[in-house]
């Protein structure tokens, strides 16, 4: 038969069918009523997601255009900037806000440690006056999701402005952008938000508004994008089939409720954590419910991470991360934010099972799904 | 019945079913082979659409992000940077070197005029020593294609790169990248490549990489791209859906071959001019062959454009494009460069000639058609 895929990486996600039909549909312009119509419902529906009252300003540019979007906009030549990094992207943020001329402090952690409020209290108190922090909500390389509310109070009482990337956090886990006063916050369409790549989003308050810097920008200006959404339009010419695909995805989250996708995430990434624990894997990405958009383990001794990745994909059509940067050859990654249940990660455990026994690894056999199916049945507190 | 649409708009333009198709098949990651094979195809395939061994660096955006790939990269604050415009996109790039920090010389012509080589002679000279040149190949906001092989060769005689805006011209006219020695050739997935916006494209020469500037850039980076594209890779999450989608339509316009896809076009052209002046229209694009694009015209005296637009959209499912700038509430455009036939254009005229009826003008019946359809028969010499 022909080969079917399981794709199980945390982005992009697998894309509901009703989704894969919606992009199927044909092309409308976008300055028609009937695309300024879906375009207004998709913003208010970001909006809803988001938790924010403010502009969810959206760019045809995968997420590290929006965040692109954050840095440019808000920087000056020799700006003071913090960045606080504990993995791969954390570290890509890095390098794009010195790229843009910023005077770049950077509170560099370990890889898969977890960002603590007193990292960044001694870090900006080191740093003296910082203009704007970026902070890296769930840390995809790692599989580590900090206490971004903590943080960003931090950031906030040292009169910084607080940009997180909410890329593959958004929709995923909690994220309170009003309530926990987050000025910027950056996303895309294809993690959590069930969309294939290609939109991004940055929600911006009037604070960060108000602070724009002199940096130069044309794609990715605010005031533009903002002025064009005011009427429901987009400033150039945008991903139309994708608009319209995300508006339906946003559908789908918002029926199913972010409570219940929270809950939902929090139990499969409890399911992943304990079938890869029965079968004798260490975890690398945290082992409690923080850990709810992707797992990331160690492959036992002597097997590189890598060549299971591979095999996997190879042998078995099934897609999993491997470990990047620093991690690369040690880790794999089992995403589980957006269209996935709790067979999706069976799936995904009896092929890693099978795949390592390949590979000459002893795993005692079949006790992974059955203890990732008890561990899944429980809703968290 | 549910309402028939017509989208007949010079971008974006209707893609065809097995393209529409092709984004309804499940997402891959952007990591895995059958991904990159399917990358390597496409990219490939632009090379031979470009006519150019150059990298095409293909981008996540719109053409307007790909146009910025080239200010960006080839930009240091204070080079002084020429652009040649006559309508909206002109404009649009004038705007962008500006706001790049480039000491521009806007060379600025009348909308609807024809941009001539002696144009951009006598304005280099006033220059003096200019870095790069741009121009734009098909100005869709008038409906004039201009000579760029010739412009090209004034701004290269001057010492000055050159960078062509070929959004809406690449795939629709003839277009030699290499043998007419442009340096950077943008263009966009929407118009002539038959496939939905969200894809954006910028041809680099080897002068253009050695001339890249000290500019702030990140997302649009040169080197960045480039180095991933090596290995059939791509910087940042790329929309894995648009690509196989182009993949898929440029298969088609290359197996119809370059050169009847630029017949077509032509004869499309001179079918949509005729058909008009059979009404009595005024033609606001040239009336020549050159005229491959978009065909422009006003509307009859007393008769608001704008509001021949909405008729036809809203009483009879027909997309044109209004006039922009300038040109609003004067005239209106019909584009036909990508998946258009024949009847495409007829139906167009129909519509028109039924909503200007609508609209009170004396107008003969019956004629556009048969005169389009007289038209097209014969191929271009």
Partial sequence: MAEKRYLLTPGPTPVPPEVLAELAKPVIHHRE?????????????????????????????????????????L??????????????????????VRAFGADLVHARLEWGETPEPEDL??????????????????????????????????????????????VSSLGAVPLESDLWDID?????????LMCPPGLAMTAVSDAAY??????????????????????????????????????????????????????????????CREGAKAMGLELSSPDDDSSAVVTAAHTPEGIDS????????DRHGVTLAPGQG???????????????????ITTALAAVELALVELGAEIERGVAVT?????????PV
């Fill in 33 to 73: 009523r009937d695309f300024r119509e879906i375009y207004e419902r998709c913003l208010a529906r970001l909006q809803d997601v988001y938790r924010t009252k403010n502009d969810v300003l959206m760019f045809t540019t995968s997420g590290t255009g929006a965040f692109e979007s954050a840095v440019a906009n």
């Fill in 75 to 96: 920087t000056s030549a020799g700006d003071r900037q913090l960045v606080l990094s504990a993995g791969n992207f954390g570290e890509r943020w890095a390098g794009m």
């Fill in 121 to 166: 209290r001694s870090a900006l108190a080191d740093a003296g006056d910082v203009k704007v922090v970026y902070l890296t909500h769930s840390e995809t390389s790692t599989g580590v999701v900090c206490d971004v509310q903590a943080l960003a109070a931090v950031a906030k009482e040292a009169g910084a402005l607080v940009v997180v990337d909410a």
């Fill in 184 to 192: 910027v916050v950056v996303s895309g369409s294809q993690k959590a």
């Fill in 210 to 271: 108000a602070a724009q810097g002199t940096g130069a920008r044309f794609y990715f200006d605010w005031n533009r994008t903002r002025k064009a959404q005011e009427v429901f339009d987009a400033s150039f010419t945008p991903a139309v089939s994708l608009v319209r695909a995300l508006d339906v995805a946003l559908g789908l989250l918002l029926d199913e409720g972010l409570e219940a996708v929270f809950d939902r995430h929090v139990r499969l990434g409890r399911a």
């Fill in 306 to 313: 890598d060549e299971l990745v591979l095999l996997l994909r």
């Fill in 326 to 344: 620093e991690l690369k050859g040690k880790i794999f990654r089992i995403g589980h934010i957006g269209y996935y249940d709790v067979f999706d």
């Fill in 371 to 379: 203890r990732a199916l008890e561990a899944f049945e429980h809703s």
